[in-house]
């Protein structure tokens, strides 16, 4: 299972893909808002030539034309982009007409099977559940990941999961046990994934070990 960033912080952004680990952005109205007033296409652009993989960029039409006249333009900002489109009637209209010109769509804002079906149907790249909203109203949204996946596997469907609406580190575990193609997370998740109390306790033991017996310097001896 490959991991995203959900978010549109360059400096996050540029520390996951430090790590090594992170090969793919997502991002929404929502998320480019909390960064400020800031030039969304610049911020686009830029996030687009940090990241090695796909960069998720949703369009702010409601009709289905507005959305493909807006992904048309967005794919020109850089090769790596994929358009999200919401999970609407509409959304689907425009999906069909984008995968024609194969523009990949991230299909957002998923909520059920039927919607991930008709997202594959209508030629969707990716399809995104969101897991912890519908936690939130006490549907189970791991389910959800796990039926898609299911489908998608039995119909040998090309369309990729995006477990989306991440909340905690658990959730990716339970993406990646569900064959999740990808789970989307934020910058906070990440940190959990690899934070540990014994794990800093260990580094601290193995420290005061070594200095205990051959000092502070810290330096293995060369031949």
């Known amino acids: 299972m490959r991991l995203f960033l959900d978010t549109a912080n360059l400096a996050h952004i540029r520390h996951g893909v430090e790590l090594g680990v992170v090969t793919g952005v997502t991002t929404n109205p929502s998320l480019v808002s ?3 007033k ?3 296409k610049a911020l686009v652009k830029e996030i687009c030539a940090i990241v090695p993989g796909p960069v998720s960029t949703e369009v702010l039409s409601l009709e289905s034309g ?3 006249a807006e992904a048309r333009e967005i794919v020109t900002w850089a090769e790596n982009i994929a358009v999200k489109i919401p999970a609407t009637a509409e959304g689907l209209k425009a999906t069909s007409a984008l995968s024609r010109d194969r523009i990949p769509v991230n299909m957002t804002l998923c909520f ?5 079906i008709l997202a594959a149907e209508a ?5 995104s559940p969101f897991v912890g909203r519908l936690d939130d109203i006490g549907e ?3 389910r959800l990941v796990v039926d898609i996946v299911d489908y998608l596997s039995y119909y040998n469907l090309p369309t990729q999961v995006i477990a989306a609406s ?3 580190s658990a959730h990716c575990l339970s993406a990646a046990k569900a064959g999740a193609h990808i789970a989307t997370i934020p910058y906070g998740v990440l ?4 934070e540990h109390p014994l794990t800093d306790i260990g580094v601290r033991r193995f420290a005061e070990d070594w200095n205990k017996v051959m000092g502070s310097g810290g330096i293995l001896p060369t031949q």
């Open 34 to 36: 909390k960064e400020g």
């Open 38 to 40: 800031v030039d969304y």
């Open 66 to 68: 507005g959305m493909v």
């Open 112 to 116: 059920s099977l039927n919607q991930a």
């Open 123 to 127: 030629g969707a790249a990716y399809v």
């Open 140 to 142: 189970d949204g791991m």
């Open 166 to 168: 991440i909340r905690h």
């Open 191 to 194: 940190l959990q994934m690899f």
